[in-house]
């Protein structure tokens, strides 16, 4: 199954799926519902240094069509039950400094997939993945990452806080994958996230690797990660790194996906878990 990254920072790991694996069969539609949950943490700062737990239920609807072997377009819509990240600078928030939940939209994601038509017969294959996300007024967008303006020259304070959120973002994925003996398969996506009507980046690199068991039942890894803004790599424990383990099987026409995870740092640190079934029509 294809899946459009959920961009719910800093719950985007929850229901993101790796691209490059089943997108829609020629000719046909494939429509995909994905639920994740997580939990991790708020900064220290937002709670007079104490670190308060995140728990969120995130969602995605998806509807694709693929035209040919090669190409895929879909139309996804992203949600969560969730507390907003507060701006580090922001004050108007109840008063322990943390939002209480809410259900909150993404808006619409527009992806593009182009990707090798004999992929499974090549030892190795390429893709690439256009997003185009367009978020409404009041949303729940893409946070990005931009220069701590508010924290500069204050000691202790990170150089990059995940604080933009551009109504229109975009996202390009180079896939990498590569078809091993024994059934054994490797993708690699880069992520790269971008605003369009303003500020800010994400670099989110992703590693799938599954061993394919039977006809049904595909078993693995998958890591995500959150490296920090385009260009600048942040210290380890300001990183995002949850890694799951997966597992994908077919059933009587549909296709199922599982995974379980544990965030690795202190700004992911937590359990993590997302599912998705998914049909061609």
């Known amino acids: 199954m294809t899946a459009a990254a ?29 639920f994740g949950y997580v939990t991790t943490f708020n900064p220290q700062q937002q709670n007079g240094g104490q670190r308060v737990p995140q728990r969120a239920i995130t969602g995605e609807t998806e509807i ?34 943390v939002p209480g939940y809410s259900f909150q939209s993404g808006g619409v994601t527009i992806r593009q ?4 038509g004999d992929r499974l017969e090549r030892t190795v294959f390429l893709g690439l993945v256009s997003r185009t996300i367009l978020a409404p007024q009041g949303r729940h967008t893409p946070e990005l990452w931009v220069a701590n303006k508010a924290g500069a020259g204050q000691p202790g ?40 009507d303003g500020a800010g980046s994400a ?20 890591h995500f990660s959150n490296l920090g803004p385009i260009g600048h790599i942040l210290p380890w424990n300001q990183q995002m790194q949850t890694l799951y383990a997966v597992a994908d099987t077919k059933f009587k026409g549909f296709e199922f996906s599982f995974g379980v995870g544990y965030g690795l740092t202190n700004a992911s640190r937590g359990l993590a878990v997302k599912t998705s079934i998914g049909k061609d029509f």
């Not at 997939?113 to 090798?116: A, P, S, Y």
Request: charged share 15%.
């Open 203 to 222: 670099f989110e690199p992703s590693v799938r690797f599954v061993k394919r068991l039977n006809d049904r039942w595909t078993v693995g890894i998958e």
């Open 64 to 97: 694709g069509y693929s035209p040919t072997e090669w190409y895929e377009i879909a139309l996804t819509s992203p949600y969560a039950f969730a507390r907003a990240n507060v701006p580090m600078t922001l004050g108007n928030v109840m008063d322990n400094g």
């Open 6 to 34: 959920l961009l719910l920072s800093p719950f985007g790991a929850s229901a993101e799926e790796i691209q490059g694996n089943d997108p829609a069969a020629p000719g046909h539609f494939q429509i995909e519902q994905r």
């Open 113 to 116: 997939t182009f990707i090798q």
């Open 157 to 196: 304070a990170p150089r990059f806080v995940q604080e933009a959120t551009p109504r229109v973002a975009q996202m390009f994925t180079p896939i990498i994958g590569v078809n091993l003996p024994n059934d054994y398969q490797l993708i690699f996506n880069a992520n790269m996230t971008f605003g369009i």
